[in-house]
């Protein structure tokens, strides 16, 4: 029997699909009082997962530090890294688990599921397509990357970048667009037929950094919410309340990438929307965790930072559990 996995108060994770437009599976950012969900059970769809290895590529729309890109970076690395090339940092107990082995839950829903390595950076300090934008131009951002089928494009808007809907309704969003067509994204997933479905698409993810807009509704739990239980927040693991957010964001929607890339993988619930394989356990990070609690987690004696996973020398990380369908459980990682 499938465990109650908590919805939060909006802080970021509450997936739903847009009902026009690309089909983007969004974050939700305000779930304004706390849900109990029903017991979760992802179905199995039998549409088109990603499989095989991939690249993730990277566009910086706005300015960014170079420890900020180096951060997000070094987590995409981490993914695919053993553990043992990621415990170089003092002071992380062997115990610790890695960035790579919370990504090999997703080899439970198909053991070819997407190995994913760091791919290209491209930067956009110049704002080229404004300082605001919509869905649709993301998809044309995106495509700016090159992407093909081997390819997770990734785009992360600067905490200056409005994007429609950030903050009021979604903190980021996974979708799929065709390389020829990316300023008229593809139809809503509903829309495609299955015989075509994934055919000369990518999908691609958009993260805005949410340090200037809503760090307590897309950046929790580093950050006060501000909704719901005001517990004081985590110190990030990175020093970077926006960042650390982004991380935790972009692990979200990597995984339902991978596991739902075009409506018909895994989810819960209808198509319009769905539960996703993070989503599904939105606000759970540790063992114990509540609404408005994390969970029981690891602190860095030095920083006072909370995490519970090491990737690339050393570097320290706090990712959402996720469901595993082995177990019929959301998964911490402690």
Not at 1 to 7: I, K, L, T
Not at 129 to 146: D, I, N, P, Q, T
Not at 229 to 247: C, E, F, S, T, Y
Not at 304 to 309: E, K
Request: hydrophobic letters at 45%; a positive charge.
């Amino acid at each position: 029997m499938a465990p109650q996995c908590f919805g939060l108060f909006g802080l970021v994770l509450l997936l739903a699909v847009a009902v026009a437009g690309a089909g983007a599976a969004t974050l939700r950012a305000r779930q304004l009082f706390l849900v109990s969900q029903a017991p979760v059970t992802l179905t199995n769809h039998h549409g088109q997962l990603l499989t095989g290895n991939y690249s993730v590529n990277l566009l910086w729309y706005g300015r960014f530090t170079t420890a900020q890109r180096a951060t997000v970076a070094d987590f995409v690395l981490s993914l695919s890294q053993s553990r043992s090339s990621t415990a170089a940092a003092p002071g992380v107990p062997a115990a610790v688990p890695s960035v790579a082995s919370w990504w090999a839950t997703t080899a439970r829903y198909n053991p070819g599921a997407a190995r994913l390595a760091l791919g290209r950076q491209v930067v956009d300090s110049s704002l080229s397509l404004g300082r605001r934008l919509s869905e649709s131009a993301l998809a044309v951002l995106a495509a700016r990357l090159s992407p093909h089928r081997g390819s997770i494009a990734v785009v992360i808007t600067a905490p200056d970048v409005l994007v429609d809907g950030f903050c009021l309704s979604h903190c980021g969003l996974h979708a799929s667009a065709t390389s020829a067509a990316a300023a008229a994204p593809a139809p809503a997933r509903g829309a495609v037929p299955a015989a075509t479905r994934g055919r000369g698409r990518f999908a691609y993810v958009w993260v805005g950094n949410a340090a200037e807009q809503c760090p307590g509704e897309c950046a929790w739990p580093f950050h006060q919410p501000t909704y719901g239980p005001q517990a004081p927040p985590l110190v990030a693991p990175n020093a970077d309340v926006g960042i650390d957010g982004v991380v935790i964001n972009l692990a979200t929607l990597l995984a339902g990438a991978v596991t739902n890339p075009y409506g018909g993988g895994y989810f819960q619930g209808p198509t319009e929307v769905p539960l996703e394989a993070v989503t599904a356990c939105t606000g759970m990070f540790g063992a114990g965790s509540y609404p408005g609690y994390p969970g029981q987690l690891p602190v860095d004696v030095a920083t006072g930072a909370s995490y519970n996973a090491v990737g690339v020398a050393g570097r320290r990380f706090l990712l959402p559990a996720m469901w595993d369908p082995k177990t019929s459980q959301c998964s911490t990682l402690v």
